[in-house]
């Protein structure tokens, strides 16, 4: 039995300018690469509409499992009415994405407890108690490191957005 906890939820960052798409995709894979992350593409879809076209892109990205447990972040990345563009940038010609963005970002603690001897009910039941209303120790040990990762992604992203905000205004 797998349990999840929401340590962050709903991370939210918008934006709309111009993006390289690819050049966001490269980034967030580098940032896992450099994390020593490991991660799962779970949706990547495009679909043309008359204003241009909408993509959804949707990985999780986990490190790898202590003990019985996995911390994950989850980036879902939705782009709106993505067209392409051509700017004129010190003489050139430079063609980009124009989107609005919208990012989702989840921090979530996933917890295997199949065939332990904690999935004993009357156990499952003290922990939960005691986790609630005397001392959060068992619950909040591992919650740390899955937020800083997930905060830390929103900020590069919005990094990201910024260089690119001002790369081609």
Do not use: C
Request: charged share 30%.
């Amino acid at each position: 039995m797998v349990e999840k906890k929401f340590v962050v939820y709903g991370l939210r960052l918008s934006y709309n300018g111009p993006v390289g798409i690819e050049e966001f995709y490269k980034e967030v894979e580098d940032w896992i690469r450099a994390k020593g992350m490991q991660k799962e593409l779970k949706k990547k879809s495009e679909r043309l509409i008359p204003k241009g076209k909408n993509i959804e892109w949707a990985i999780e990205i986990w490190r790898r499992p202590m003990e019985n447990v996995k911390g994950m972040v989850r980036l879902r990345a939705i782009f709106h009415n993505v067209r392409e563009i051509e700017l004129q940038r010190r003489g050139k010609t430079i063609r980009t994405q124009h989107a609005d963005a919208l990012f989702i970002i989840d921090g979530i603690l996933e917890t295997h407890l199949w065939r332990k001897w904690e999935m004993n009910p009357w156990f499952f039941f003290v922990r939960a108690m005691v986790d609630k209303y005397i001392w959060p120790f068992h619950s909040e040990k591992y919650d740390g490191p899955v937020a800083a990762d997930t905060h830390e992604l929103h900020k590069h992203i919005q990094a990201f957005l910024n260089i690119q905000k001002k790369k081609y205004m």
